[in-house]
């Protein structure tokens, strides 16, 4: 399996691909709203994206679900997610964005193990940014979305955020054995071993 990553679109959303490197075939995390720009990123680097999963259903995030949906990808989402990307709770109007909303192909729940493109991937519920986000486990690797940031956290102003809910969230990364590198959805790529020493989440009690 290789990592690829890009950064895309006015809020600068990390968007990766998990590829096998024999079949070609790509796992896509939070696609962002670039969708010329995941395109060319297949062709350039000759792989396609089947699945699609999403830390959660922010404009910025899930942007083009819609589009890569109709391309075949398969594309999921947790409960609560997929409820904001078929009836609205994307953000999107809120930022004059269009978004084109959709049904997600599969729901996901804390502690399920996907094996997609011969890559083993847990879903942990890691809710507080919104209700319904997800952190993906593979490997040495968290894909955390607007969960963890390097020395940060995600915001929780925004509709179903709730701070206590982030902090327990975050030590529950925290409380992980061993050490990850952590893949945001923004900004740089940090250590799971960085964040319990630096960030200001790993001494906050609820």
Do not use: W
């Amino acid at each position: 399996m290789k990592l690829y990553h890009l950064s895309s679109g006015p809020l600068r959303v990390n968007t990766y691909f998990l590829v096998d490197e024999t079949t070609r075939e790509a796992v896509c995390i939070d696609g962002g709203e670039n969708y010329r720009l995941i395109k060319k990123t297949e062709r350039d680097n000759g792989f396609t994206v089947k699945h699609l999963l999403l830390t959660h259903a922010h404009f910025d995030h899930a942007g083009n679900a819609a589009a890569l949906q109709k391309d075949g990808a398969i594309v999921y989402a947790s409960a609560q997610e997929a409820a904001k990307l078929k009836n609205g709770g994307t953000l999107a109007e809120n930022f004059g964005r269009a978004f084109t909303p959709l049904t997600v192909d599969a729901i996901l729940k804390d502690g399920d193990v996907l094996d997609l493109v011969g890559v083993k991937i847990e879903v942990m519920l890691t809710a507080g940014h919104t209700d319904g986000s997800l952190t993906f486990k593979t490997g040495d690797m968290l894909f955390t979305g607007d969960t963890l940031f390097l020395e940060s956290v995600g915001r929780t102003d925004f509709p179903t955020g709730d701070r206590d809910a982030l902090i327990r969230s975050v030590q529950k990364l925290f409380a992980l054995s061993g050490d990850y590198k952590v893949y945001p959805g923004h900004e740089e790529f940090t250590t799971l071993s960085h964040e319990r020493k630096y960030n200001f989440f790993s001494d906050v009690d609820i």
